[in-house]
């Protein structure tokens, strides 16, 4: 049962040991809720594919394991994709050449090569911090990208599918279900899995742990001397990160039935990955979950307006990074700016033409240093 206990004055109840605020409960609960109604809802739109948020999710989920690197150790991975791939062709090839039919052993192969592939990478990773990790990390993603890519046993370009046994598809509880059940059921099956996920990064975030990666994150020198073991605790980090990439993967997989290396191990999507953290609000738990569904809908969406998606794209996800600083579930905390100024407008209505204003004025402000940069630049300096 709950146990009310008090948070920094603040009445909350404590239940598996979360800690939530009666406001934080109901949000979680909307939450959950509307995750499971995501296939009813969808159904009733064209416009809403389950298809899309499902693939959302777990780009999202990986960019939640990717999050604990970035928010609590300050290191930046410009090639988290290695253990997205590294798990979606685990599944591939154990489907294939191996003969697995069950979707439970073809993932726990995906967590297996994926957090191998993350030791390793580690180890070799870790020697650098800054700039020289992060692009240690892209070159291992683009040496595993080349080696899908080069490798006729992987399909090369062509990639790998996923359709083992007689009933040509992975077995669900030992069961092959039509397509459209099978696509439903691996949708809840994720949600099941997120949840989990988003629990155990919950209780690794609350834990001594996370306070020695926050010391370390901060000054690595001080945090060796107050006897940190700190590239044995960023090591771990790294290879519990390398692993949500590897579950998200194997869930892609298994969903899509098909892998390629350009969906799953191409650099651009460590970068879709880094940036879904960054554009939920990486100071944030569920916030690359809710970016990574932004995003891939952006995508989604754009392809379908026009041939130049990737320019539109880029326009509105500079309207959200200029509008929620914070990411989006960041700026929608308590705290957040948008609070602060719904919490503005409600006490005083007027506080819109000022706002105006001062939009203008900026506007006109930016534009005049703009000029006189183009200026400087085209004539020198008077």
Do not use: C
Not at 185 to 212: E, H
Not at 229 to 250: C, K
């Amino acid at each position: 049962m709950p146990e009310r206990v008090d948070r920094d004055g603040t009445p909350a109840y404590r239940f598996l040991g979360v800690e939530l605020t009666r406001r934080e409960a109901a949000f979680l609960a909307l939450g959950v809720v509307f995750l499971f109604l995501i296939p009813d809802i969808a159904s009733l739109s064209d416009s809403l594919q389950l298809s899309v948020i499902h693939q959302g999710l777990l780009f999202g989920f990986a960019a939640v394991g990717l999050n604990l690197l970035l928010r609590h150790t300050k290191l930046t991975s410009f090639g988290h994709a290695a253990f997205f791939g590294t798990g979606a062709y685990a599944t591939a090839v154990l489907a294939r050449y191996a003969g697995v039919q069950s979707v439970g052993l073809l993932l726990l192969g995906a967590i297996a090569a994926a957090t191998v592939m993350a030791a390793i990478i580690g180890v070799l990773s870790l020697r650098h911090t800054g700039l020289y990790f992060a692009l240690l990390t892209l070159a291992f993603g683009q040496l595993l990208y080349a080696i899908a890519l080069g490798q006729s046993a992987l399909g090369g370009s062509d990639g790998l599918p996923i359709r083992p046994g007689p009933a040509n598809q992975p077995l669900l509880f030992g069961t092959a279900f039509s397509p459209d059940v099978y696509q439903i059921l691996t949708y809840y099956l994720t949600v099941v899995v997120i949840l989990i996920g988003l629990f155990v990064m919950y209780r690794i975030t609350q834990s001594p742990f996370r306070n020695a990666l926050d010391a370390i994150g901060q000054e690595r020198t001080r945090a060796r001397f107050i006897g940190l073991p700190v590239r044995r605790y960023v090591w771990a980090a790294f290879v519990i990160s390398g692993l949500y990439g590897g579950v998200a993967g194997g869930l892609y997989a298994v969903v899509r039935q098909y892998v390629r290396p350009e969906g799953t191990l191409f650099f651009l999507r460590s970068g879709d990955i880094l940036f879904m953290a960054i554009l939920g609000g990486f100071r944030t738990l569920v916030g690359p979950l809710i970016g990574g569904v932004v995003l891939i809908f952006l995508q989604d969406v754009g392809q379908d307006v026009t041939q130049y998606y990737e320019f539109l794209t880029g326009v509105v996800l500079l309207i959200l990074v200029y509008g929620f600083p914070r990411g989006i579930v960041g700026s929608l905390r308590s705290g957040g700016i948008v609070n602060a100024r719904l919490s503005e407008l409600r006490r005083e209505p007027s506080v819109l033409s000022t706002w105006g204003r001062s939009a203008v004025q900026s506007v006109e402000r930016k534009v005049a240093e703009s000029l006189t940069s183009l200026r400087i630049i085209l004539f020198g300096v008077d």
